[in-house]
């Protein structure tokens, strides 16, 4: 887990679905091509599967990951059933995590887990994942974990949750807007609901100083009507997207390859700003040379502290042209991207 | 303590005012009818009444409910006196509830403790309650407990506090943001208090989490002049009645029978967001039969997730309607009704 | 530490810049006159100086405090180097304090520690503080300690931080928003860093349950540019530091005199205010007198929780008055002034 990995989208795949063939979503984000590949890709067995196909999504996965997991970029993390408050859903979602370890283990990078509750149901959680990988024959820590936040216990708890991570597989925890309105009772009066900011910014927060990665909430407003013509709603996403980069979201959830598409974008520094910040961290190393502290450019006070905002966009930069050179390729010109992989950070 | 229990208003009312009648505005809150009945009235031994006062108001009490508690539709609850930093406070306080407990505890649901601090305080209020409980003879746990959230220790504590309701008799937290202001030092520049969204934020998650109800702030606008004429100001406590029930805080505080009345309709589901939440229950039911996990109705998905949302409305209504079946009847034609009486909902 | 504390303005000022004169800053601060003088001067061997610079700036501190520090009006303590996750910055921190400590202890109020990380290394920086203050033969606690709040770690235990001061020698907790920035990831995709609005309630709410004070974070934009002319943003700053008063904020960071001047008067009641405020006081009082409890002021209920929030107006005037009478001089004409300085507080 370093600063650098790479989480900018979060997409689930209903692992099967009643059509003729059940794997369809899961087959098309599996073999999903440039800046439609989510880095995490989440074959959902979970609420995206009917009650009745359960088992048939299991081996979908069980299925397909042999043929696609070697070439897709990306790492992959089914979401099985779970929650604190029902008995059921927990010994089903811990048979799915078993299964699933034992036949394709190898394939995968760990498993999401949603409705948590306080702290101990999430030990439980990375117990059932540390059991099936020993039955499993795979190394100690091979699986990781993330938690959907969606519940008040939760959320309650979510200090010690992060504070857990820091001894155990927890590496993610994405955020359920729409359970965790239900829980508290809110409603959606004039058609919205609550964007639930203070949640988000404790989220980012905690994860930090945990050194884990936060992701937002789906946004299911997929589509728009007007004048008797429907359009995928690239605004409303976007929106939601940007301002989760904002507050310091790592990534975003996707629930489409046209989201996936947005979400990596969004999460990778634009050409402007990766121009912009570049220009400050050059004027700030030639100051440095001079030996001055405060250094104005544009008006604006650069020291030490800001600096380091400017080389957080630089490093990003740096691990997306690694795993991804393509998009890096496509995204900023080559001069630009030159001056990125080559400026040198004083402070980061 | 269940997910129905009505609590869309907490209706303060002085207990004893300079008039010749002293109790006319606790005789007025007993004897309210229809919508204009708060779920909860609270008798107001404390801020409400002049320090002079404070035993005409409990007399008061004691005097009125014998003849009016047991027609009364809701909770009575009285507010007495205390602080967490004033000791003649607290002393009054016991005094106050230790009379009421002996001579109508049998009329009453429980108290309300104003200006607690930190844990340790609550749990001093909460022995309070437990000492008179069992001096007046009642039943163990009779009365319940809430408190008055409006100083920075008992914020500090929220979560301590509402975890403690698990094992005690508190059953609702309330916000009281003006004394909350003066503590932090805020001041109204521009004639507007903050709102403190986190607090509120975070009050409505722990005590979902702790399955105690959550009451927003009194709102003392009451009225507005325009060109010589005062008139009530609807506008702006439904402004702020709405804006809790999004993030949901289940009631809100009430000084005025109008207010009770606007309360107790915006904390009940409208027809309209009733129809539309049965819809998609209706829809999602009807896809679930044909064995499909993922339904989009209106171009939104709804799964199980979504689902409890819809269901959450219908609740409301089902439990609304068994205590103040003349409301339901009221606010919602009878064929709107009879579906929401009548639906199966699956997931809830 | 009293409620009546003065903190509106936390001025940092490099303690050397690459000058002839390289204390032309500090002694700016340290000279400065009426309005412009700050509550609080922080000569910066920090962020603001070069690290080639570092010996200079303690240097000029232990050099100008001597002349200037006894007439000077507020209180003076240097911002050192330190970072939880940086051994060295910790080491020459540690250095600074202890040969500031021991030249000029006698002039110093306190320390300000930036980048610390939980409740642990606060504990640090405190036993930093103990052992200079005793080598250098100072009193028990004479030196004062301020954290900047600028780690996600901090962030996460700020609760504890502030329970820990009631027991210690910290007594100020101070916003870093732009490291923190950094630490979270966030980006200002659209030329805003966030407010950080969650983590500022958190800071009112705790500071004030903690009885210390705190500070708001840095304004960097303190100049703006049209057709060809830069001129001072006042406009910027003011609006920030007003929705810190609004919020309980104590006071406000300042990089400039005239952000100061600005600081020190936002956070000293208008006279409009200070006019509303004792009207409201003096209608209440003459109707206690009458043994009313609820009395309605314009269209608004006053009662002992309100009240407390109008006098919490007229002791800060009556506090700034005894130390800066120079100030409410000039700010309130002198019926205005006569009459805050006479009313009774019944309550407060």
Redesign the interface.
């Known amino acids: 887990m370093t600063?650098t990995r790479l989480c900018r989208t979060f997409q689930t795949a209903?692992a099967a679905?009643?059509r003729d063939d059940s794997a369809k979503f899961l087959d098309s984000g599996l073999t999903s091509e440039g800046f439609q590949t989510p880095d995490w890709l989440v074959p959902d067995i979970e609420?995206?599967?009917?009650?009745?196909?359960k088992d048939e999504a299991v081996e979908n996965i069980a299925d397909r990951l042999p043929d696609h997991a070697p070439d897709f970029a990306g790492e992959i993390l089914p979401r099985v059933e779970w929650a604190y408050d029902g008995e059921e859903f927990r010994e089903r979602g811990t048979e799915q995590v078993r299964r699933l370890a034992d036949e394709v283990g190898e394939h995968l990078d760990g498993f999401v887990f949603p409705k948590v509750g306080r702290l101990d149901d999430v030990r439980d959680a990375a117990g059932v994942l540390a059991d099936a990988e020993r039955e499993a024959g795979l190394a100690d820590g091979t699986l990781e974990m993330a938690i959907i936040l969606?519940?008040?216990?939760a959320?309650?708890d979510l200090?010690e949750i992060?504070q857990f991570a820091a001894d155990s597989r927890l590496s993610g925890i994405v955020f359920?807007p729409?359970?965790y309105?239900?829980?508290?009772?809110?409603?959606?009066?004039?058609g919205e609901?609550?964007r639930?900011?203070?949640?988000l910014?404790?989220l980012?927060?905690?994860t930090?100083?945990a050194d884990i990665v936060a992701i937002g909430g789906p946004f299911?407003?997929?589509?728009?009507?007007r004048a008797g013509v429907?359009y995928y709603n690239a605004e409303g996403y976007a929106d939601q997207v940007?301002h989760e980069?904002?507050?310091?979201i790592?990534g975003s959830w996707s629930?489409h390859p046209k989201q996936t598409a947005q979400a990596n974008r969004v999460h990778m520094?634009s050409g402007e700003?990766l121009d912009r910040d570049l220009s400050k961290i050059e004027a700030f190393n030639d100051a440095?040379r001079?030996?001055?502290?405060?250094v104005v450019v544009d008006?604006?006070?650069v020291?030490?502290?800001?600096y380091?905002?400017f080389a957080?966009?630089v490093q990003k930069v740096r691990a997306i042209d690694e795993s991804h050179p393509e998009q890096t390729g496509e995204h900023y010109d080559d001069a630009l991207l030159s001056r990125a992989l080559d400026v040198e950070l004083i402070f980061n």
């Open positions: 600063d209903p679905v009643p609420d995206g599967t009917a009650p009745s196909m969606e519940t008040a216990a959320r309650s200090r992060c359920g729409v359970d309105t239900a829980e508290l009772g809110g409603r959606a009066l004039h609901r609550p639930w900011d203070g949640l910014e404790a980012s927060n905690e930090s100083a299911d407003q997929l589509f728009h009507e429907t940007e980069a904002t507050i310091g790592d629930l520094p700003e440095k001079e030996g001055t502290g405060a008006g604006q006070m020291d030490e502290a800001t380091k905002n957080n966009t």
